[in-house]
């Protein structure tokens, strides 16, 4: 805080417990960032880790309410996943995450910030740049603008 810095928690899916973060549902992150200021300690809404959790809808409304919600990250989760687990997040709309809602819910929380996609995919990767940009705003203003 001295420094102007705030630490963002962003809870991982579950299957990173055992080698990445013990942090898997936003309820989680908001427990450990509530003895700290908002402006100290925020929390990630990743699409990829939390789009499973039963909870999620009132969990992003806390986080809201609390000030916390630093980022909002979207893309899908795709089976099947890849030997690098971490690496198997698909273009929006290709999977199972549910945009609509859950960007509603951000929205509704009061969340007004950038939104990132963030793709961890060694076959997106290695798509023309070109191509894989057309790709991220055409699912861009299909799935996700129109809740914002």
């Known amino acids: 805080a001295e420094h102007g810095v705030r630490l963002v928690l962003e809870p991982l899916h579950p299957m990173f417990a055992a080698d990445r973060a013990v942090v898997s549902t936003l309820g989680q992150a908001l427990d450990l960032a509530a003895p700290f200021d908002a402006d ?4 990630v809404v990743d699409t990829y880790h939390v789009w499973w959790d039963p909870d999620l809808q009132r969990q992003v409304a806390r986080a809201g309410a609390e000030g ?6 979207v893309c899908d989760w795709v089976l099947p996943l890849a030997a690098e687990p971490l690496n198997s997040r698909g273009h929006v709309g290709d999977g199972y995450v549910d945009f609509a809602t859950i960007t509603g819910w951000v929205r509704d929380a009061g969340y007004a910030g950038d939104v ?15 191509r894989t940009l057309a790709t991220l705003a055409e699912r861009h203003v299909r799935h996700v603008l129109p809740h914002l």
Not at 40 to 43: A, D, E, L
Not at 116 to 130: G, K, L, R, T, Y
Request: aromatic share 12%; hydrophobic share 50%; net charge negative.
């Open 40 to 43: 100290v300690v925020g929390v």
């Open 68 to 73: 916390r919600i630093a980022s909002y990250q």
């Open 116 to 130: 990132e996609v963030e793709i961890f995919n060694e076959s997106i990767w290695a798509d023309p740049a070109d």
